[in-house]
């Protein structure tokens, strides 16, 4: 959940309970309650001692206020807090709702985000994550960052990876070798293409309304769990990458109809050294790979004009048959299963245990907010 480092010395609830009662002579038990828009100074503190980023408070509020689920949950609780005895946040994690849609229904689904706690208090932070997972009427909760020890105490949980992907691998296509320069970034280094199909591969600079009709085209053929992806709901997930140019919108249009999109993020090294673009979701309308191979192919090309070095799908989703049906040239191991879900809903659990109900990708989880 974004702290990779965190709980390291606990593996599961009884763990977690143990380490509790061993703190009680060191420090005093903090204050559990729920998380408010005015925490935000303390919440934001705390994310930053223990080594998470800083959004600034109107992005670090627009995972809820402008959150297209919290229409249906308008006392939606953004999260919780430890509170020491003297008021300050000594931890804390949020509460981001999703909409998911599966054979025409409607499910809550939720991933944590920004967990953390302070060092001297994290024998307490199973109950932050114990408030997360027993809130009522979530039907799944979704986890896409999660560290090997967090991942560990997931497991522990019930959580489960998905049955579709390989999320402990990355597969990468090279298109530049570091320390050549490439195409300055911008709208130039994406021209379109005409396929022979008729279809024009083309980069967007926003989420217009041929989204939305696409989305109700595939929500109401797909057989796939889906979160929401109407327009609202991806201008609500990309509003401050697409600001701060991290995000490239590729789409794929028969006439004015788009039958299919790829998102990508700009996500480089640490040390700066590996310029790498991240495939973070990929949709269309009919089956087969041949138009996917195209959109990735297409994706490579301006990739390598805008002296990006590697193209990188982590979890491998995009080689399943009824995508792309063919695995990328070169793959890495990541350190851990980095996509784990629970169903709660005894009926989406049932479903889920089929891989063909599945099409998971970045764009699930917190893993790209």
Same mark, same amino acid.
């Given at each position: 959940?974004?702290?990779?480092?965190?709980?390291?010395?606990?593996?599961?609830?009884?763990?977690?309970?143990?380490?509790?009662?061993?703190?009680?002579?060191?420090?005093?038990?903090?204050?559990?309650?729920?998380?408010?828009?005015?925490?935000?100074?303390?919440?934001?503190?705390?994310?930053?001692?223990?080594?998470?980023?800083?959004?600034?408070?109107?992005?670090?509020?627009?995972?809820?206020?402008?959150?297209?689920?919290?229409?249906?949950?308008?006392?939606?609780?953004?999260?919780?807090?430890?509170?020491?005895?003297?008021?300050?946040?000594?931890?804390?994690?949020?509460?981001?709702?999703?909409?998911?849609?599966?054979?025409?229904?409607?499910? +809550?689904?939720? =991933?944590?985000? !920004?967990? #953390?706690?302070? /060092?001297?208090? %994290?024998?307490?932070?199973?109950?932050? $994550?114990?408030?997360?997972?027993?809130?009522?009427?979530?039907?799944?909760?979704?986890?896409?960052?999660?560290?090997?020890?967090?991942?560990?105490?997931?497991?522990?949980?019930?959580?489960?990876?998905?049955?579709?992907?390989?999320?402990?691998?990355?597969?990468?296509?090279?298109?530049?070798?570091?320390? +050549?320069?490439? =195409?300055?970034? !911008?709208? #130039?280094?994406? /021209?379109?293409? %005409?396929?022979?199909?008729?279809?024009? $591969?083309?980069?967007?600079?926003?989420?217009?309304?041929?989204?939305?009709?696409?989305?109700?085209?595939?929500?109401?053929?797909?057989?796939?769990?889906?979160?929401?992806?109407?327009?609202?709901?991806?201008?609500?997930?990309?509003?401050?990458?697409?600001?701060?140019?991290?995000?490239?919108?590729?789409?794929?249009?028969?006439?004015?109809?788009?039958? #299919?999109?790829?998102?990508?993020? %700009?996500?480089?090294?640490?040390?700066?050294?590996?310029?790498?673009?991240?495939?973070?979701?990929?949709?269309?309308?009919?089956?087969?790979?041949?138009?996917?191979?195209?959109?990735?192919?297409?994706?490579?090309?301006?990739?390598?004009?805008?002296?990006?070095?590697?193209?990188?799908?982590?979890?491998?989703?995009?080689?399943?048959?009824?995508?792309?049906?063919?695995?990328?040239?070169?793959?890495?191991?990541?350190?851990?299963?980095?996509?784990?879900?629970?169903?709660?809903?005894?009926?989406?659990?049932?479903?889920?245990?089929?891989?063909?109900?599945?099409?998971?990708?970045?764009?699930?989880?917190?893993?790209?907010?």
């Amino acid at each position: 959940m974004g702290v990779n480092h965190f709980l390291r010395s606990n593996t599961g609830p009884a763990a977690g309970a143990q380490a509790a009662s061993g703190l009680k002579q060191a420090v005093k038990p903090p204050l559990l309650r729920p998380a408010a828009l005015a925490d935000y100074p303390g919440i934001a503190a705390l994310q930053e001692a223990n080594g998470l980023r800083r959004k600034p408070r109107e992005e670090w509020e627009h995972l809820w206020t402008e959150n297209p689920a919290i229409h249906d949950h308008p006392d939606w609780n953004i999260g919780w807090v430890l509170e020491d005895d003297r008021g300050r946040i000594v931890g804390s994690i949020g509460n981001v709702p999703f909409t998911y849609h599966f054979d025409a229904r409607k499910y +809550l689904g939720v =991933t944590g985000c !920004g967990w #953390a706690v302070d /060092p001297a208090y %994290r024998g307490f932070s199973i109950l932050l $994550l114990s408030s997360l997972l027993q809130q009522p009427g979530v039907d799944l909760h979704v986890t896409t960052t999660p560290g090997p020890t967090t991942a560990l105490l997931f497991s522990r949980l019930g959580f489960a990876p998905p049955p579709a992907g390989q999320w402990n691998r990355a597969a990468l296509w090279v298109v530049n070798i570091p320390g +050549l320069h490439g =195409t300055r970034p !911008g709208a #130039a280094a994406w /021209p379109p293409q %005409r396929l022979k199909t008729g279809i024009e $591969l083309r980069r967007r600079a926003e989420f217009d309304a041929a989204f939305d009709e696409f989305w109700e085209a595939k929500a109401q053929s797909s057989q796939l769990l889906l979160a929401s992806r109407s327009r609202a709901a991806l201008d609500w997930h990309f509003k401050y990458a697409l600001r701060q140019d991290w995000i490239r919108i590729l789409g794929a249009y028969l006439g004015s109809r788009l039958v #299919a999109y790829a998102i990508l993020e %700009r996500r480089d090294t640490q040390q700066g050294n590996l310029k790498r673009m991240r495939l973070v979701d990929y949709q269309q309308l009919d089956p087969g790979p041949e138009l996917c191979r195209s959109v990735i192919a297409y994706a490579i090309q301006c990739c390598r004009r805008e002296g990006i070095h590697v193209l990188e799908n982590a979890g491998c989703w995009i080689e399943q048959p009824s995508f792309l049906g063919r695995t990328a040239p070169f793959h890495r191991s990541l350190k851990c299963w980095t996509y784990l879900y629970k169903a709660p809903n005894p009926n989406l659990h049932s479903a889920l245990l089929c891989p063909v109900h599945w099409h998971p990708t970045q764009y699930d989880g917190d893993a790209c907010l």
